[in-house]
């Protein structure tokens, strides 16, 4: 998750210590029989795999399954719509299956192992949209908020008043009140919107655009998100199938970090009443897909299974405000890591081909992605040990920010300056949005939801990210005829005509690595 520590806390909020917490959950999984879904094996230890054939459509997937089948995998999921499954196996799985006929790449998806494959979901497991197949209904969870993350300071019902951010980028009913903000210092081009522009759409106008966000799950009985999200489009990814169940999509509280999602959703989509938080599109449809699984990890194969599901449930929008576990960064000479790269690309691309705008948080490690960066932290599944001292070329890279066709999201402060933590780089940041700053007070950070119906105050390029999905909802409201590549045409092309208002702000050379094509602004 793409969030940094709370304004007054202590508590760093980059990702959560893998080695202790994986260990201690698995050992307690075993002990209490299964608090982990997962299968006993034959004692040995279990990795998962994404196996792509060289075709990707239904024949592609059958044959990877039979390959893998064959290699003694065991299939657990198969994605016909790019011509992959997930198998569970132990051994030299990998290297039996690479180079067979048909097969293009095989990777492992973790590194530390399970007692064995996920158990079976009593439930629905495929991909077919609500319309085709209305999905099977559980009994629903207790509610999200029975309890939240203790780490996490939670801040008073702002009633709608925290929202600099929303002024910053014009989606406010009152921009006069931001006046000030949008005459930022140095390479600061922000601006609201043009005077006399056409009004914003409607809530109703925007109920007609669905948005999937793909984080640690969305608490759907928040006051601000209870009209927000649709249970018939909402899902469970946590251990890379989809589960339809009703309530399979709220967060998990025992799981570190589970109120991101919640955030990330108000921010996007929560409804203007006076109460709260409004955001960038209130009234527009929210996909819940929680990705954020019972051992922390946000898996390759749970990115592609919530970028399918959203695709085919007929998103227009897909936010990512996460990297993909465990490599901080994936580098295509590794064999697995090419693997997560192309299996996350098929997906990506699918979800674009189907009329997505996939947007994606730049990252908060304070980094040049154009240029050699070093890398501690990965693999961060490990058991134990302190983590690879990788030093990384330009050819690796965050999934799934830095794919083709992404937005990739930078984050500026109240003050519309580059956040110290973002990262940046000439050429592989799309657009910047306010991501607030993890060091002032709760004003200085963006509120937005909390599980349980409360308010956080957080700062990172996940609020970040969210503020252009929800200007990408807002767009397609306006122009439902347009595809992915126009709306996203538009978002830049706006934020560009912001910061030509600012010719010599623009002249800068430093302008385009923090900035991409300019901060975010709706478009007129």
């Known amino acids: 998750m793409e969030q940094v520590s709370p304004p007054g806390g202590d508590h760093a909020r980059h990702r959560r210590g893998p080695a202790r917490i994986l260990l ?43 390959q893998a089948t064959a290699a003694g995998g065991q299939v657990v999921q198969d994605y016909p719509q790019i011509g992959a499954v997930l198998a569970y196996a132990t051994g030299q799985f990998a290297e039996r299956l690479r180079g067979r006929p048909g097969i293009a790449a095989v990777g492992a998806t973790r590194t530390a192992a399970v007692p064995g494959p996920p158990r079976p979901l009593d439930g629905t497991s495929d991909f077919r949209p609500a319309s085709d197949s209305a ?10 908020g029975d309890s939240t993350d203790d780490s996490t300071a939670t801040v008073p019902d702002p009633a709608e008043q925290s929202d600099w951010n929303l002024g910053m980028i014009g989606a406010t009913e009152a921009p006069a009140r931001f006046a000030t903000l949008l005459r930022s210092p140095g390479l600061a081009p922000v601006a609201a919107r043009t005077a006399g522009a056409a009004p914003l759409p409607s809530p109703q106008t ?30 469970s990814c946590a251990d890379g199938r989809p589960d339809a169940r009703f309530g399979a999509w709220r967060p998990d509280p025992g799981v570190t970090e589970s109120g991101h999602g919640t955030h990330v959703a108000g921010i996007v989509g929560a409804a203007r009443d006076g109460h709260g938080v409004t955001g960038v599109a209130p009234g527009v449809r929210i996909a819940a897909v929680r990705l954020l699984g019972p051992l922390g990890q946000y898996y390759a194969e749970n990115i592609v299974c919530g970028m399918l599901w959203s695709a085919d449930h007929g ?19 590794d064999p697995d890591q090419a693997a997560l790269i192309a299996a996350v690309g098929r997906a990506v691309a699918y979800a674009q081909k189907q009329g997505a705008v996939v947007v994606a948080s730049a990252g908060n490690d304070g980094q040049d992605l154009g240029s050699s960066r070093p890398d501690r932290r990965s693999p961060n599944d490990r058991l ?4 690879q001292d990788r030093l990384l070329g330009t050819e690796c890279i965050r999934l799934p920010g830095e794919l083709p066709g992404v937005l990739t999201v930078s984050a500026v402060d109240r003050r519309g300056l580059p956040a110290g933590y973002s990262n940046y780089g000439r050429g592989r940041i799309s657009i910047a949005a306010p991501g607030g700053d993890p060091d002032g007070s709760a004003q200085s950070a963006v509120v937005s939801d909390w599980p349980g119906g409360q308010y956080a105050a957080l700062a990172g390029t996940s609020m970040s990210a969210a503020h252009v999905t ?55």
């Open 135 to 144: 999905p099977a209904r559980g009994a629903a969870r207790g509610p999200a």
């Open 24 to 66: 201690a959950m698995l050992l307690t999984a075993l002990l209490l029989g299964g608090a982990v879904p997962y299968v006993s094996g034959s004692g040995h230890g279990y990795l998962s795999y994404l196996v792509l054939a060289d075709r990707q459509d239904t024949e592609g997937a059958e044959l990877a399954a039979e």
């Open 470 to 524: 929800g200007a990408a909802a807002v767009t397609a409201a306006v122009h439902p005829e347009w595809g992915p590549a126009e709306v996203a045409d538009q978002l830049t092309a706006a934020a560009a005509a912001g910061c030509e208002r600012a010719a010599a702000v623009c002249a800068d050379p430093a302008y385009r690595e923090y900035y991409g094509a300019g901060v975010l602004v709706l478009p007129d």
């Open 384 to 387: 134990s040990g302190p983590g």
């Open 206 to 235: 925007l109920h007609g655009v669905l948005v999937a966000v793909l984080d640690s799950g969305v608490d759907d009985t928040h006051p601000d998100l209870r009209a927000a999200v649709d249970p018939e489009a909402s899902a």
């Open 315 to 333: 998103a227009k929008a897909v936010n990512d405000s996460y990297f993909a576990d465990p490599w901080k960064y994936n580098c295509p000479e």
